[in-house]
């Protein structure tokens, strides 16, 4: 474990149904629960770099960071209740206090971010896109 103090970051949820099943798309192997927090703003992205964690970037998440866990995440409400994760969409607004730990891969990858709480101050329900026809597509 780190000595560094962990970190309040505001962001979004991306993929939120791997919080509470293990995404095995890639990995058929992986044991691990995920929680992705995406947009962070640059101020954020420095507080995380200063604890070793190495953040990522693609256009469509903005600054992100994956943390990885053995246990379900359970991400709460402003009053401490929690949210299931079924009723979370990508977009979903929250805030987490994040903390790191090394790994045999840290030298490489550099530290792990581990949540300590994920409190969601809005939520974005998913809603399947609908399939269009190409009369829908014409009448634009």
């Known amino acids: 474990m780190s000595d560094l103090k962990p970190v309040k970051i505001s962001g979004e949820l991306f993929w939120t149904k791997w919080m ?32 070793g964690i190495k953040v990522k970037h693609k256009e469509a998440m903005g600054n992100f960071i994956v943390a990885k866990s053995n246990y379900k995440f359970k991400p709460t409400d402003d009053t401490l209740k929690e949210i299931p994760i079924e009723a979370l969409g990508n977009g979903s607004k929250c805030v987490a206090i994040v903390g790191s730990y090394t790994h045999r891969m840290s030298a490489k990858h550099g530290n792990a ?16 896109e609908a399939v269009t026809t190409e009369d829908d597509d014409n009448a634009l």
Do not use: H
């Not at 192997?29 to 995406?38: A, F, L, P, S």
């Not at 581990?114 to 809005?122: F, G, I, P, Q, R």
């Open 113 to 128: 971010p581990s949540l300590k709480t994920v409190m969601v101050t809005e939520v974005k329900t998913y809603v399947p």
């Open 20 to 51: 509470a099943e293990f995404n095995k798309a890639f990995n058929t192997d992986n044991d691990k629960y995920e929680c992705t927090i995406g947009n962070i703003s640059d101020d954020d992205a420095a507080k995380l770099t200063s604890l």
